[in-house]
């Protein structure tokens, strides 16, 4: 069953609903009205027997007038002694219950009873006449059964007119409501056959299918550059796997086909395949850590900067014999501890790489901020920038050891946690760089 079938179902289960109850509540009130004037009727006749009835001596006759000519023959009327025996009526007998025989001899006042004669329903009201007798006023319900079911039939008639029109219309109304979510159906489905994620749907209205086309844009846009950045990231690693893959090739090609090679050229091939291995298994580490989504490496929680980065000054401390002078403060932030400690860790690494084996290095934390600072040569400024793209290197590091993608990794990190990593001026010789977060209080 489609939505729009189900939206006209609904309204047009829900009008059933309220059209059942508004009917039954109105056939209830209408009978109980009848009911009422019936009862208000035989209360008027009980009222003028009182009045003109005392003294007067009931006849036997069928048919008569028992109370004279004062009180109006509307009403079926039958008299009874104490022993409940029909003394005169002007009806075929009504059944005497033992409750009208107790108003005969006095013993309650008045009774109600629904009786049913030969098939007719009977509104029956006995109240005490005089010479200790009863009189048995009653009507027939056949109006009142008879007007009900008039009254039920019509009614049937307009509910189903009624739950037929409000299923139609629901069916027209869902069909416009759902127009956008059709076109936003068929968008998502040419985007899955075209892969061509620059298809905006037009954003005509400001409800909630107006956010939802919103959304959809907005992811479509957050899918072109995800795969625009997927593609350039494959573009330039297979460019920076090509230069250390075809020195192993060569190296690898040299000590298998020349069986008497000098024992230093040799040694020279197996250090350079060892160090071209050692630069492939880091570029491949540094490929897999920046493609790898940040949710996988665990929920973001608040966490203290300066421990993080506490802990990974200690560890290049054993690796090292460069001073790196600390200046840590308690700052709170939000995010994934073992991300914020591998940006850490590659602004340290690449601080310790640049700065003379004599000079020192300077890590400060406040503030939600990570600064570190070397004694290297320094990054001109119209670099800044560009030094935190995927394999980007200076004119100084092009013949220096590393991926090119650690600052790359530092800027990925901040930005997962709205954060920032930029190049700031330095006083004096060297570098510094800051990592951002915002801090939590």
Not at 181 to 206: G, K, W, Y
């Amino acid at each position: 069953m489609s939505l729009r079938t189900r939206i006209a179902f609904v309204v047009a289960a829900s009008t059933a609903v309220a059209v059942l109850v508004i009917a039954g509540a109105m056939l209830y009130a209408a009978r109980r009205q009848a009911r009422n004037t019936l009862d208000d009727t035989l209360e008027e006749r009980a009222a003028a027997v009182e009045v003109f009835g005392r003294g007067i001596i009931p006849s036997r006759g069928r048919g008569e007038r028992p109370f004279g000519r004062f009180i109006p023959d509307d009403v079926l009327v039958q008299i009874i002694d104490r022993d409940g025996v029909i003394i005169g009526a002007n009806v075929d007998p009504i059944p005497v219950s033992d409750d009208d025989i107790a108003v005969a001899n006095d013993r309650d006042k008045r009774n109600w009873q629904d009786v049913e004669v030969e098939g007719v329903n009977l509104r029956v009201l006995t109240v005490s006449a005089p010479n200790r007798s009863a009189v048995m006023l009653a009507r027939p319900l056949t109006e009142i059964d008879a007007s009900v079911a008039r009254l039920r039939d019509t009614m049937a008639v307009v509910a189903i007119l009624g739950v037929s029109a409000a299923g139609l219309t629901g069916f027209l109304v869902a069909g416009r409501a759902i127009r956008p979510v059709r076109r936003l159906t068929a968008a998502a489905s040419s985007v899955a056959e075209t892969q061509d994620l620059d298809q905006p749907i037009d954003v005509e209205r400001d409800d909630e299918l107006g956010e939802l086309a919103a959304s959809f844009n907005a992811m479509l846009g957050a899918l072109d550059v995800s795969r625009q950045q997927q593609h350039r990231l494959v573009t330039d690693a297979s460019h920076e796997l090509r230069t250390p893959l075809t020195s192993l090739r060569t190296n690898v090609e040299l000590m298998s086909r020349v069986d008497d090679l000098d024992p230093e050229l040799r040694r020279q091939a197996m250090d350079d395949v060892l160090f071209e291995l050692d630069e492939l298994t880091a570029l491949v580490s540094e490929l897999v850590d920046l493609a790898t989504d940040r949710h996988e490496m665990g929920d973001a929680e608040i966490m203290d900067l300066a421990v993080v980065v506490d802990a990974a000054v200690q560890r290049h401390r054993r690796r090292t014999d460069c001073d790196i002078n600390v200046e840590l403060r308690p700052s709170r932030i939000r995010a994934v501890p073992s991300l914020v400690e591998r940006a850490a860790s590659n602004l340290i690494d690449n601080a310790l790489k640049w700065s003379p084996t004599d000079a020192s290095i300077d890590v400060t934390v406040r503030g939600g901020e990570l600064v570190v600072r070397d004694r290297g040569p320094g990054i001109a400024e119209a670099e800044w920038d560009a030094v935190f793209e995927r394999f980007y290197r200076t004119d100084e590091a092009r013949s220096a050891t590393g991926s090119g993608l650690g600052l790359s990794i530092v800027r990925q990190v901040a930005e997962s946690f709205d954060g920032s990593a930029s190049i700031v001026p330095t006083d004096g010789e060297g570098t510094t760089v800051t990592l951002r977060f915002p801090e939590h209080p």
